[in-house]
T-cell receptor, first 115, second 117 residues
């Protein structure tokens, strides 16, 4: 079991450019979550999917952020027109089912730096 | 809205001693789930232990245990016989499926634990 895989580990973009972050959940896991981590805000929820369907995107900045899960083996988080305040570590997590007691398994994250 | 608060920014202890990390949460619901996660220096976040709100017994896993005080909305993490490798940032988190936050985990800001020889 390779765990949750996130690519790339590091990404540097210029202000106004687009960034796409990839996540491969643990095989067989039906729930996928995206979080953002910064020193100031800590771990912030962005969005999650269950069986590839978007369930809650209440944490997503509406205008420039979008997430998709085209199949059960990967999810993407796309940030258009990146801004310096988007700099953060973006974490993907998966769980076996979407249950209240279920443990989240986190990937190593993608560190996004917007210059 | 649900909220998780960790007031201790950092704690330093000598190895082999016991440390307690505090966490308080806010919810209007009677049924919810509380978690502790650990983030190592490499950035890896791993699950440590969980407490279900309807259980009166404090959860214990290895050298981790919880001090669950429901009337005080408090869920402290206790690490006994600390080791150097326990040095990390510890996050408290809550899932409140019947509240406005639904099935997402709400995290506290974290407590940095340093274990020294």
């Amino acid at each position: 079991n390779a765990g949750v895989i996130q690519t790339p580990r590091h990404k540097v973009t210029g202000k106004g450019q687009e960034a796409t972050l990839w996540c491969e959940p643990i095989s067989g896991h039906s729930a996928v979550f995206w979080y953002r981590q910064t020193i100031v805000q800590g771990l912030e929820f962005l969005t999650y999917f269950r069986n590839q369907a978007p369930i809650d995107d209440s944490g997503m900045p509406k205008e420039r952020f979008s997430a998709q899960m085209p199949n059960q083996s990967h999810s993407t988080l796309k940030i258009q027109s990146t801004q310096p305040q988007d700099s953060a570590v973006y974490l993907c997590a998966s769980s076996l089912v979407l249950g209240s007691a279920e443990t989240l398994y986190f990937g190593s994250g993608t560190r996004l730096t917007v210059l | 809205a649900q909220k998780v608060t960790q007031t201790q920014t950092s704690i330093s202890v000598v190895e082999k001693t016991t440390v307690t990390m505090d966490c308080v949460y806010e919810t209007r619901d009677s049924s919810y789930f509380l978690f502790w996660y650990k983030q190592t220096a490499s950035g890896e976040i791993v699950f440590l232990i969980r407490q279900d709100s309807y259980k009166k017994e404090n959860a214990t896993v290895g050298h981790y245990s919880l001090n669950f005080q429901k009337p005080k909305s408090s869920i402290g993490l206790i690490i006994t016989a600390t080791q150097i490798e326990d040095s990390a940032v510890y996050f408290c988190a809550m899932r409140d499926p019947y509240g406005s936050s639904g099935n997402k985990l709400i995290f506290g800001i974290g407590t940095l634990l340093s274990v020294k020889p």
